[in-house]
DNA sequence: ACCTGAACACCGTTCAAGT
DNA sequence: ACCTGAACACCGTTCAAGT
């Protein structure tokens, strides 16, 4: 009732930046983009903008650490369950069948074998699901890529990446170049998808993402025909894809690229798809 | 002198939505992303903030449109220099040998030949220099991209590259995976390279491009030897790389990928790589 | 129908002052 | 060294009023 908002909690631990970045990063995970203020994380901190700026420098820095941290902690998750070389690392991850459309047998490398490519997919999925806890993750990823474009994020993922194009056997002289390929598909496939899942959420609240993506099909079908005949054709295939298992076979797409092109000896072995 | 900018120039032609999607283009060419406010664009249209809301409904709008301007005239442009659709499609497309790790005679496909794969990366390089010219760009794209997945921008950049991969002669039930990967690629090293040369030339507007990448180069050479191994062993390559080349090497990438699972009877023909 | 411009609510950031 | 909180400059948006 009271008009002036009464501090949510009494301040257990001393303010740092740590602290902050939290929860930072559960303003942005409740309210999205516009839902990280000075004056709401004052609030939640219950302190006041001058002891927020004795810790971080700005707004940007800040949401440089909170996109840092997501990001970090997504990677060491999977890392994690890649983690020993030896363990069978359980039985198949009965997360959740998804069950899409009809086939899809597995979404997912359903025994996380230790391939590079196994690796690869696994890496590329972790960071598939912290965008879809984190719908803003995918914008200040742009964001923090224009502001420094190699800085602390680039990094941590182009490493996790980019060891298991080595361990792939491509050449040295190549490994910039399929690295890049792979995390530029990643983040992007990744982004779009998580995009799609927060606009069903958000723009229609009651209504599920398959509805959504319905709603998105019979636009594109209402295109010009002249203009666009190819996006209309596909209209229905957009309408109907499995996202993991479309993300997953763009990145065998890319992945066969990569082994025909720098792996002269080994077209057939390496990328599962069909078989 | 007057401390009030006087009116830059007396409006000419009525205000129309048009003409401030143009205004607004200029200012986040000269300015960025902050450059544009409702104030700035106020001032150079000679106007009150109401005449523009008359016109555009708020500045989320405001900037789609203009990211969509833009995307529009780097499309056009490209179709424009690959008019004709009677080709037979040329011999053997000897496009370029590749030939990656040195030499790079010439960057981008010199004549507009017009078999597909070309067109592709005409359409990819149209974007590629958009976001060049527009530093803004790739930050509104992903927003964009946030608030509307599938909106105005994406069927035009799905258009453009789907046209190929029919052409390409992939089949019907792979056009949406091959047309998304391809899309996500372009989307995110162009977006990349462009945020590179932005940061190149704002925050050190002395220092060239190739400066820049040495101290992003030495910077890598300088994390952690246990826990980057690989991106401290890649960083003369992230130095060295032509940005044109590497970006084109990446679309060769994913073409051959796309025609190795997807065209199975003609691997050798489609891209060229060393043959 | 189209435009004006004062006013409002809100935001990031600063800074003199406290402990 | 770390925190407080009033104050400042600026921004997107609204709306009663004009033509």
Redesign the interface.
Known sequence: MATRTRRTQRRTEALSRERIVEAAVELLDAAGEGGLTFRALTERLATGPGAIYWHVANKDELLDAATDAVVATALAAERAGSAGSAGPAGPAEPTEPAEPTEPAERTEPAEPSNSPQDKIRAVAFGLFDAMEDH?WL??QL??Q??????GSVT?QI??SI??Q??ALGVP??????????L???I???A??N???S??ARTLVPDVDRAEFLDA?SK??KE?DPD?????R??AA??RD?DDRE?FL??I???????T??HL?GE?GRT?S?AT
């Not at 890529?145 to 190699?150: G, H, Q, T």
């Not at 040295?172 to 390929?181: C, D, I, L, Q, V």
């Not at 203009?227 to 996006?231: H, I, K, L, R, S």
């Open positions: 719908p995918p914008t742009a964001l890529l224009s502001r420094s474009p190699w990094p182009f490493e980019g060891r194009v080595r040295e002289g190549h490994w910039f170049t399929a690295t890049s390929a995390v530029h598909y983040l992007g496939a982004g779009q998580a995009a799609n927060a606009t998105a636009a594109w295109l203009d666009y005949p190819f996006t054709a596909v295939q957009m894809h479309q076979a763009g065998d797409l890319v992945l066969t690229g990569i025909a092109l002269p077209r990328t798809s």
